[in-house]
Every structure is written in C-alpha cells, then in structure tokens.
Nanobody, 114 residues
Framework: QVQFVESGGGLVQPGGSLNLSCAAS????????MGWYRQTPGEQRTLVAR???????NYADSVKGRFTISRDNAKKLVYLQMSSLKPEDTAVYFC????????WGQGTQVAVSS
C-alpha cells in the first residue's frame, strides 16, 4: 500500500528555517522522481521542488535559492530544507511522486508569521 507521511512543519518567523521530511511506503519510491507540493486554502496544489532518482533537482522560481530538496533512496525519505522563509510560503506541504500518484498524505502545515 502506497503512503506518504509528511512531518516537520510548524510556525516560524519570517527569515526563519524549517526542515520537512516525508516517509514513503510501498513500491513507489524506487526509480521515481519525487516532489514537494504546497497548497493554500482555495488554491490547487503546486509543485515546489522536484528531485529525480539520480539526484538532479528543479525548483519553482518562488523558492529557488531558499529551498533544497534531497532524498535518501535506501530509507525512502524525501527532505525539504527551507530557509529565508516568507509569509507567502505559508501553506500545507505534501510530498508525492512526480508526476503525482493518486494517493496523498495529510501534509504538514507551515506557517510563516511574526
């Protein structure tokens, strides 16, 4: 059974940092690109960062230079290091494959506010 479990969110002041983690289970991780997505109320989920199985990465323009995605293939984990956080980064963050699999986790809430 495929599952994604995100963790690490919280409340942080502008300019602060957070590190998100995602544990993937099931036969979904190996050889696939993984992504971090975010969603705000009333909006669709958007791709924030993507990492291929070879470790190469892509980022949305809005987070380039501030976020870093990484993965541990042996442990089926995906990470998102976020720094220089801005209020507009406030969202629920999800991980999934890229392109996305039909199953989504609960996500982890990130709130950036003073």
């Amino acid at each position: 059974q495929v599952q994604f479990v995100e963790s690490g969110g919280g409340l942080v002041q502008p300019g602060g940092s957070l590190n998100l983690s995602c544990a993937a289970s099931g036969s979904i991780f190996s050889g696939r690109s993984m992504g971090w997505y975010r969603q705000t109320p009333g909006e669709q989920r958007t791709l924030v960062a993507r990492i291929r199985s070879d470790g190469s990465t892509n980022y949305a323009d809005s987070v380039k230079g501030r976020f870093t995605i990484s993965r541990d293939n042996a442990k089926k984990l995906v990470y998102l290091q976020m720094s220089s956080l801005k209020p507009e980064d406030t969202a629920v963050y999800f991980c999934n494959t890229f392109p996305t699999y039909k199953t989504w986790g609960q996500g982890t809430q990130v709130a950036v506010s003073s």
